[in-house]
């Protein structure tokens, strides 16, 4: 989880600092990644700390619609 916040936050830093397009654009595409294994995680740890009888839907980053 800390390596995808790493991986984030550099993204972000190289998509801020960027004079061109392409580089933003590849940082954006690098930092996605990274944004949903932290947001995946997230909600995986913070379902596992509120207990199972407070689950209401699918697992956590179900692909399932």
């Known amino acids: 989880m800390l390596l995808a916040l790493v991986g984030f936050a550099l ?9 061109s397009f392409a580089l933003v654009l590849a940082a ?7 944004t949903g294994t932290f947001w ?3 909600a995986i740890v ?6 199972g009888s407070h689950v209401t839907g699918p697992g956590a980053c179900s692909w399932e619609v």
């Not at 954006?28 to 990274?34: F, G, K, L, N």
């Not at 913070?46 to 207990?51: E, L, R, W």
């Open 11 to 19: 993204g972000h830093l190289v998509a801020a600092l960027s004079s």
């Open 28 to 34: 954006r595409v690098v930092t996605a990644p990274a």
């Open 40 to 42: 995946c995680v997230g």
């Open 46 to 51: 913070a379902t596992t700390a509120a207990g």
